[in-house]
């Protein structure tokens, strides 16, 4: 759900001129609608009609699940994909609106949205989020009748249901983007004073790059202000997770709970820096597992850090953008008069620079994910071993029971699997069901299952993760400097950098 919240705040920056010049690729290809009316009906139409799709699936529901029959699992997964499509179908309605329609220069004509830069452009998304509202109260009977009987909660209400999901779903991701578009569109318009003011031509790119890395450095303290949050008290619990942190090196600055009123079993870790890294774990995860089940939990977060998940997605976030920079120089290069009658605008050319890069994200991206979520599946079951080889297991083990001790300890990967089953049936998730960040839960219990018996397997998979790293950082290091080579040796980009970038530096050292 983030990501789709990100990509609705993505297709403002990405837009080639900004969102009021959107009408470029429709005129183009004739699909556009022109008039004030038209556009007004298109942009808050759409959520209204998906919302009505929303009121026929929360009745079906409804109605396969008052039966009680074995097709309850199948029905829940029918309704978590048919949830999926309707919210990808508010996320393109977002797209329709910036290409088919003329709705961003309708906000553009209103005066007072154009006070603050960035304001008219943040209007587009208005339709977007009214249609998810939407979905989470038509959808509410639905949710409280799958997950209310497994979690115990009767006191749910439409009010706190979608409190908590704006809070945990929208805002966690919308305060910093809204504040990044902001600053975007401030910096653009605002771009020769601050070049002039600073003496430096790409001032508002600075200014921009350090607003959105003091965000990003930032989060985890918005986070645990926009969700709630309180320390984990003082007893046997927090003496054992602190015990683990300093077991496997892992610096935090204190293990929270997230408090979600029966409405989540989960964990989170955040935070790239030790000082401000938090590590959540929501109260109905603390009341349904047992110790040795919130201690294997938290290892699989742990291992997210001690394994920088989060630095190498960076780094094929910078492989992704390369890769879209060098297919729009490539058919900049082949629009030119000398080389071909192409005849594409500069704003398709970025469009298509940017479309390149989704296929790229989709298959590339979730394929990297689910195996980084594995190796967090491994690490945790490693935390929930006993941490002295010489105390045994009592179990079957490849690890206790060899001389090496290498391998995947039985114990551990028993104890992970009991609380990943927990978490499929306390959050109402099919086991079989398959995600496209996350295998299934039957896939991921499956393959450590696997890898307790078979250590060779065990090894195999560190070296193909460790290839994965590899690939990436060199993929990135290679596109980075051809990039600069290929720069420095073009004409016309050699002399922008000169001018632009080494004068200024020179004068700044001078």
């Not at 009745?59 to 499509?85: E, F, N, P, Q």
């Not at 300093?246 to 955040?270: E, K, P």
């Amino acid at each position: 759900m983030h990501l789709q919240i990100v990509i609705s705040f993505a297709l403002l920056l990405m837009w080639p001129t900004g969102p009021g010049n959107s009408a470029g690729i429709a005129l183009e290809e004739g699909l556009f609608i022109h008039s004030t009316a038209g556009a007004v009906a298109f942009a808050w139409g759409k959520p209204l009609a998906i919302a009505v799709v929303a009121i026929w699936l929360n009745k079906r529901t409804l109605r396969v699940l008052s039966r009680h029959d074995l097709a309850t699992g199948k029905a829940i997964s029918l309704y978590h994909r048919a949830l999926l499509l309707l919210r990808l179908g508010l996320l393109g309605s977002v797209a329709g609106d910036l290409f088919l329609t003329s709705y961003p220069h309708v906000l553009e004509s209103v005066g007072f949205l154009t006070i603050v830069p960035g304001i008219a452009e943040l209007s587009l998304l208005l339709p977007y989020f009214l249609g998810l509202t939407l979905l989470w109260w038509i959808l509410f009977p639905a949710e409280k009748a799958i997950r209310g009987s497994e979690l115990g909660v009767s006191k749910w209400t439409r009010r706190n249901h979608l409190s908590f999901n704006i809070r945990h779903q929208v805002l966690i991701v919308a305060v910093p983007l809204t504040i990044v578009v902001i600053a975007y569109f401030s910096t653009q318009k605002y771009q020769q004073q601050l070049s002039r003011a600073l003496h430096f031509p790409w001032a508002a790119e600075l200014i921009l790059t350090a607003i959105a890395v003091l965000l990003f450095v930032l989060s985890p303290l918005m986070l645990c202000r926009l969700w709630s949050t309180t320390t984990l008290p003082d007893g046997p619990l927090r003496d054992r997770l602190l015990a683990l942190c300093d077991r496997i090196g892992l610096r935090v600055a204190d293990i929270l709970v997230w408090h979600t009123d029966g409405l989540m079993v989960n964990a989170a870790v955040m935070g790239l820096f030790p000082r401000i890294r938090y590590v959540l774990l929501s109260d109905t995860l603390l009341d349904t597992m047992t110790t040795d089940e919130v201690e294997a939990v938290f290892g699989h977060e742990a291992g997210h850090v001690r394994h920088r998940h989060i630095q190498f997605f960076l780094v094929f976030t910078i492989a992704s953008m390369l890769l879209a920079s060098g297919v729009m120089e490539f058919l900049t290069v082949m629009n030119t008069p000398a080389c071909a009658n192409w005849k594409l605008a500069p704003s398709t050319i970025e469009v298509i620079g940017i479309a390149s890069v989704l296929p790229f994200w989709l298959l590339a991206f979730g394929w990297i994910s689910r195996r980084f979520e594995h190796q967090a599946d491994v690490y945790g079951a490693k935390c929930a071993s006993p941490p002295n080889l010489a105390d045994g297991c009592g179990l079957p083990c490849s690890v206790h029971d060899s001389a090496d001790g290498k391998g995947l300890c039985a114990k551990g990967a028993r104890t992970f699997i009991g609380s990943l089953r927990k978490v499929a049936v306390l959050n109402c998730i099919p086991v079989a069901e398959k995600s496209w960040r996350h295998s299934s839960i039957a896939a991921r219990v499956r393959f450590l299952t696997i890898l307790t018996g078979d250590p060779i397997l065990a090894k195999r998979f560190d070296r193909g993760i460790r290839r994965i790293k590899i690939i990436l950082i060199v993929v990135s290091l290679v596109g980075l400097i051809g990039s600069a080579v290929y720069v420095w040796n073009h004409p016309g980009y050699h002399q922008t950098v000169e001018t632009t970038v080494i004068e200024p530096l020179k004068r700044l050292m001078n």
